[in-house]
């Protein structure tokens, strides 16, 4: 069952197989509820949104279109569920006066690069706009349009935000002469 | 350097930590209880399905409470009638043949067991139980074409060119081979045939009477407007049905479908769905949104569609959309900029003259959790679709993703409902361009 590919997992799953389930929730929670913590920077939201997402996800499984890929489409659930998470509890606004290096943890594996370790610390303390669309972008992959739709903003904000964004993370990590 | 800052930045993502055990214990209980759930609704689904079959087999007569299950053509992709209402349809699977010949009957009565072959017709193309008890009143037409590849027939005087609507006044009193098909009790018979498109058309009337009233002619007739040959279907050369409001910014769009739902899983569904606007500062990110869709094709590469999702049957939202405006739930959403405010699947829908109430009798109201919801109600395969907005502006529905006819025009408030052909009311959704929007379900639907 672990060697099959997502499609016939997805079509098992929706005949009712707990097993197909099982092997595509392993293959693609952690996925899930990283895109959420990354866009949360809070292990509670992010539990939250990636619980609601993956239940979502897995309840309109007779939905999904089996011939595109899986991932994606979780990982954009993920990431609407964390970021109306993040509305709702108006962190929004407030992240740009609390957010702090601890708002941010990193693996074991992590912490012997310190290159990564500064620039996570970087990204965190950006303002919450700022580190919004460097996260969509740059750990979620999403294009400057499809940020745009996931924030209601207009693609010339998004693109200057980033721009602002890359400009501020430059300044922070040549002091700490990581570039 | 920006390029030297860009691949960190990428690979910081790495950094990114894992989800706790526990967590992770609970989501996978909350996954496998979606997919249980999802399981014991088919469950129940399938074995109200086979009670169903064991009471028919058991000769229970329930006539007109399971007829009007049979009714729907399966998707005229092609060839077939979309019945009138009062009307039932069978035609043959898949659309013209090459060389092979496509059936499509119509009927004024429900089609007896023996011609409805699991929703198709007959192969013999002639609905012979039907006939023998078809009573006066009854009306049958079957039609069959050949594919232009290979004709029957050579183009010629047997089959004259005609346009459509086909005229039944110009069909001849005919008993094929001199047989009449209920010879205790004649039927009326009548051919016409013509050539439509490059298609040998040959079509029989049935009336229940050797001698048909002008009343059955013109139902008769009715029906035929209705049959659809070829790859021109009747959605655009109907008439908008654009109502001028008492402003002269306000414009109403009040449709009204005949659409196909799909066969999912087991069952014919449609997921009725509505959702809340969502506002930032002045503008709108997401719209209110309700829409009705069925079968599957719901996901994207995304989760953000360039257009509404294939599966939608009709959606209306309201609010001023901006370039970035999306509309949907989280599992779809689309960029109202490009998929539109309100739109209707031409593909799986079709202008239909039946009324459908905008009402809440006998629904129930659900709660938008989430600020959206979604239920799955079962459905026959043809559902009536209707929905009625208020737009500010001059619009119209015009061709969008080749699927859909959509318009872009702000919406000031929209209601649609869905109902099946026999009357029951399905759901009831409306949004206003404050943001607000309510679903109204039958209670059978179930929570998607």
Known sequence: MRRRPDTELIVLARKGSAEAAEVLFDRYWAHAWRSAYAVTADRALADDAAQEAIHKAFGALHRFDETRPFGPWLKRIAVNRAIDHLRRASRLTRLDETATLHAWSVSQAAEDDLRQWAVTDAVAALGSARRMVIVLHYWLDLSVEEIAGVLGLPVGTVASRLSRALAELRMALEDQRVV | ?448
């Open chain 2, 1 to 448: 350097m920006s390029s030297e800052l860009e691949r960190l930045l990428r690979d910081a993502r790495k950094a990114l930590p894992e989800p706790d055990a526990d967590t992770t214990r609970r989501a996978r209980i909350r996954a496998l209880a979606a997919i249980r759930r999802r399981k014991r609704r088919m469950g129940a689904a399938a074995l109200i399905g086979t009670a169903l079959v064991v009471v028919l087999a058991l000769g229970a007569s329930l006539g007109s409470v399971t007829a009007p299950n049979v009714t729907a053509a399966q998707g005229p992709s092609g060839f077939g009638f979309v019945p009138e209402p009062g009307w039932f349809a069978l035609q043959s699977g898949g659309p013209i043949g090459r060389g092979l010949p496509a059936v499509a009957i119509a009927a004024n009565v429900p089609f007896a067991r023996d011609d409805d072959v699991r929703g198709l017709a007959e192969t013999s193309g002639l609905p012979y139980s039907t006939l023998l008890g078809l009573p006066p009143e009854g009306v049958v037409i079957v039609a069959s074409v050949v594919s232009p590849v290979r004709p029957a027939v050579p183009f010629g005087e047997s089959y004259p060119e005609r346009e459509l609507p086909l005229r039944v006044r110009d069909a001849v009193p005919y008993i094929q081979y001199g047989t009449q098909v209920r010879p205790e009790q004649p039927l009326g018979q009548y051919q016409l045939r013509a050539l439509v498109r490059g298609y040998n058309v040959d079509l029989t009337f049935y009336f229940g009477t050797p001698s048909p009233s002008s009343a059955q002619f013109a139902e008769a007739q009715d029906q035929l407007d209705r049959l659809l040959v070829g790859s021109k279907p009747l959605t655009e050369e109907t008439p908008a049905t654009v109502i001028s409001g008492g402003s002269p910014t306000l414009t109403v769009i009040d449709r009204t479908y005949s659409c196909t739902t799909v066969l999912i899983g087991g069952l014919y569904q449609v997921r009725s769905q509505a959702q809340l606007g969502q506002r930032v500062g002045s503008g709108w990110v997401n719209l209110a949104y309700a829409a009705a869709g069925t079968g599957s094709q719901a996901g994207s590469r995304t989760g953000l569609l360039d257009f509404a999702p294939a599966s939608s049957l009709a959606w209306v939202t309201a609010g001023a959309p901006s370039e970035t405006t999306t509309a949907g739930d989280e599992f779809q959403r689309f960029p109202v900029s490009a998929g539109g405010t309100l739109g209707v699947n031409r593909s799986l829908c079709k202008p239909s003259s039946a009324r459908v109430a905008l009402t809440t009798v006998r629904l129930l109201r659900r709660t938008l959790e989430s600020g959206s919801e979604t239920f799955d109600c079962d459905a026959p395969r043809r559902v009536l679709v209707r929905f009625r907005a208020t737009v500010r502006a001059s619009a119209s529905l015009r061709e969008r993703a080749r699927i859909f006819l959509a318009t872009s025009a702000p919406v000031r408030d929209a209601k649609l409902a869905v109902r099946t052909p026999t009357g029951k009311l399905l759901s009831y959704a409306d949004v206003t361009e404050s943001g607000e929007a309510r679903l109204f379900t039958a209670r059978t639907c179930v929570s998607d």
